[in-house]
Structure formats: C-alpha cells, structure tokens
C-alpha cells in the first residue's frame, strides 16, 4: 500500500531526488566561467541562488505544505485560479520536456565514449542512450522510495570526483594570477542566464508530495537544504581551481575532464568522466519520477485517456512512465540540442505561474493549513516573486539568438505556449467539482 510510511520517501531522499533534478553535478558550470571569470561565475552563482533559487524554493515549500498533493504545481494553479492555468502548467512543464530530457540519454553515451570509445562508434550512442532510458523506466516500477533512496547513493557517488578534484587543485602548485575579467552588462546577464539553468527544477519535487513522509514539513526543509548543497558543490571546486591560477579562457565546455587530468591525472578525469554519465543517468531517472506523475494527475482529470493514471502495485502510473519515456527516446534520435532560451522560457512561465499562485491562494484560501509561510504575508509573497519574474523577462531577450530546426527559439516557444490553449478544449469531460 503506497501510503504505508515505509513505503514513503523521507528528508535525505527527498533532498537528494531534488538534487538530481535541479543540479545532478557542477557539470555545465563550465561556459560561466569561461565568460565571466572566476570573481564573477562566483558572484553570478551567488546572485542567482539569492534572487531565483532561494524564492523558487521558500514558493515551493508554502505550496507544498499547503497543498502537499500528487501533481505539485498542476494542483497548485489549479487550485488558485481554475482549471484553465492548471492545464497551461503541465501544458508548459511536458512540452519543456521534450527539449530536456532527450539530452541526457546523449549525454549519457557520449561520457560513456570517454571511457569506452568502441561506444561512440556507429550506432552505438542511440542503443547505450536506449539502455539508460531502460535501466530508469525498470528502477521507476519499483516506486518513489526505490528512486529517492538511489538519489542518495548516486548523488554521493557523482560528488566525490569533484571533493578529490578540489583537494588536488587546493594543493596544485600556483600557475600564477589569472587575468581579470572585463565586468560588461551583457556578459553578466548571459552568466545569470547560464546560472539560472543551471539552478532550474525545484519545484519539479512538488509532483510526489503524496509519496513523501510528513509533506507539510518535510517539503520546506528538504528545499533550504537542497538550494545550500546545490550552491555549495557549485562553489567549492570553481574556488579550488581558482586557487591554481589556471586561466578562465581554457575552461570549454565539458572541461571539468581536462581540469581533473591537468590536477589529479588520468584516474581523476575517468573519474569525472563516469561522474557525468552517472549525473547523466540520475537526473534522468529523478525527473522520469517526477514527470511521470503529470500525465497521471491529467489523465485523473480527463484530458488524458484513463490508462495513463493506472498504478502498479508500488503506486506508479507504469504507461505514463514508458509511453513518455519513448517519446524522449524518440527525440534523443532527432539529435535535439539543449536550448537555454526554451529552458528559460517554458520552465520560467510555467514557474511564474506558480508565484501568482501563491499570491492568489493568500487571497482566495487563506485559512489553508500551511506548515510553513512565506516571511511577510501577502506583500512577502508578491515581493518574492518580483526578482524572478524580472530574471526570465530578461534571460528571454538575453538568449534569443538560438535556433531550432528552421525557426529562431524564441519563435518556437511562443507557438508552444499558445498551442496550450486550444489543447485544452480537447477535454473529455466537464471540469471536475473537486476543488
């Protein structure tokens, strides 16, 4: 029975599942300091813990505790303003997905090729990415708790190359100093763009809420912990290469390789190479536990046929895990480059989204137990969100210059989003009276 406790998730799992879902390692960090510097990728990630990650997580910890319901942020636009919004933030969140998700079975293969290179040979990127895909939907049947305590071991696996990495850079011999980067709006504002896809997916936990111990309380502090860890194993290696002098300008992407065979030796950069297969797959199999559990709630609600909210004995919706796991798989074979301004776009309205909640349920439900609250009442809530909404509004014009297939990215999302709204006439069924 899923609501036994012992098959629930606790604080330490929960922390880590939120973990792979956001972060999964300081892999990506790389071009932040290649733009910035190392002053300034510091400042930056600073910046953007405080001013997005913290409120997205103190958002997710009221809503959470208010309404600690399977479905997370659907539930909660929903709730606040009807069931409209709520179908336009799965809409925004499933969509964005597609973009997203595919990366990892790539990215996957191609640190595997690292390692094995006969696996980058052919088709065998698309058949290892497959596997990975499988290994996940297999790990996913066993359920939150099987996930979330594997979120544990996994993220301390992926963590450890980087502490030995920042030991051997902290006793490295000095290079000398390394050159100052020039300060210039737009190089900061493109590092706050890199920076807030890389502190992206808080509230990506909120759809399990009914598979974690104590929701009310749990969600809150699990997030406070989960936004240090995050902004700690961020900061940490950067500032103990920094200590190198090595210059900013030799970081490229995927770097983190060379940086730990230039310290540590060949064995470091195997090490860091199975750590990003293995935030690779971990990522994956976490965000496979949250998403899968949108099309459930959708289903439940009528938009989506009954077979998707079907659990097996362990309480997972298994036709929502496989059917989105292939359309992922799908994508993975189209050969889909990640792109930050889709991330921002999609993954940011659907979170602003989320803010106006917040606000509205204040007004509309304020006797709604909540175990936590926003510091401020009302005006805390409208303030928490000022920060974030000016972010993605900038992020947006910032990284516009991408392209999808034939079209600019920006194009692409605005389609995507409107798309939502005659989507959601395809209804089956009346709105339900369930609140």
């Known amino acids: 029975e899923l609501t036994r406790k012992g098959k629930k998730i606790g604080l330490l799992a929960l922390v880590a599942a939120t973990y792979c879902m956001v972060a999964g390692g300081p892999f990506g960090l790389e071009d932040l300091v290649q733009k910035a510097g190392y002053g300034y990728a510091l400042g930056i990630l600073c910046v953007t813990a405080l001013f997005w990650a913290l409120p997205t997580a103190l958002m997710v910890g009221e809503l959470s505790s208010a309404l600690p319901h399977e479905g997370g942020f659907y539930v909660w636009v929903g709730k606040a303003m009807g069931p409209f919004w709520g179908f336009q933030e799965a809409w925004l969140t499933l969509v964005g997905s597609i973009f997203d998700m595919a990366i990892y079975p790539i990215l996957f293969a191609a640190y595997l090729a690292h390692l094995f290179p006969i696996l980058g040979t052919g088709h065998m990127p698309i058949f290892t990415g497959l596997a990975m895909v499988a290994s996940c939907v297999l790990w996913n049947r066993f359920g939150a708790r099987a996930v979330g305590l594997g979120s544990v071991f996994t993220t301390g696996l992926l963590l450890l190359p980087f502490a030995i990495l920042a030991v051997y850079a902290c006793t490295a011999k000095n290079l000398g100093t390394p050159p100052h980067a020039v300060f210039t709006w737009k190089c900061f504002m493109l590092g706050i763009v890199i920076a807030m896809w890389n502190f992206m997916g808080w509230d990506n936990a909120g759809t399990i809420a009914h598979e974690v111990e104590n929701p009310r309380k749990t969600y809150v502090k699990a997030m406070l912990i989960a936004v240090t860890v995050v902004l700690v ?8 290469v ?18 730990a065979e230039r310290f540590g030796g060949r064995w470091l950069a195997y090490l860091i190479t199975g750590a990003g297969a293995l935030a690779a ?12 559990r949108l099309p459930k709630v959708l289903a439940e609600d009528g938009f989506l046929p009954k077979i998707f909210a079907k659990e097996n004995k362990h309480g997972v919706p298994m036709f929502a895990v496989i059917v989105f796991s292939a359309i992922w798989c799908a994508c993975m074979t189209i050969g889909f480059e990640r792109t930050v301004t889709l991330d921002i776009m999609l993954t940011g309205l659907s979170i602003l989204l989320e803010f106006v909640a917040l606000v509205v349920l204040c007004i ?17 809530k409208i303030f928490l969100g000022i920060f974030p909404a000016i972010l993605v509004g900038v ?12 079209m600019n990215a920006l194009t692409l999302g605005i389609i995507l989003i409107f798309l939502g709204f005659p989507l959601y006439r395809l209804r089956r069924k009346p709105d339900p009276a369930k609140a």
């Not at 797959?281 to 899968?292: G, H, K, R």
């Open 281 to 292: 797959i971990s990522t994956f199999n976490a965000l496979v536990l949250s998403l899968s």
């Open 364 to 380: 509309r439900f304020p006797e709604l137990p909540r175990a936590f609250r926003v510091p401020g009442g009302l005006v805390g």
């Open 242 to 259: 920094w200590t190198t002098g090595l210059d900013p300008k030799s970081w490229t992407t995927g770097g983190w390789v060379d940086i």
């Open 395 to 406: 992020s947006i014009v910032v990284s516009d210059s991408e392209k999808i297939w034939f």
């Open 233 to 240: 194993s961020y900061v940490i290696p950067i500032v103990a």
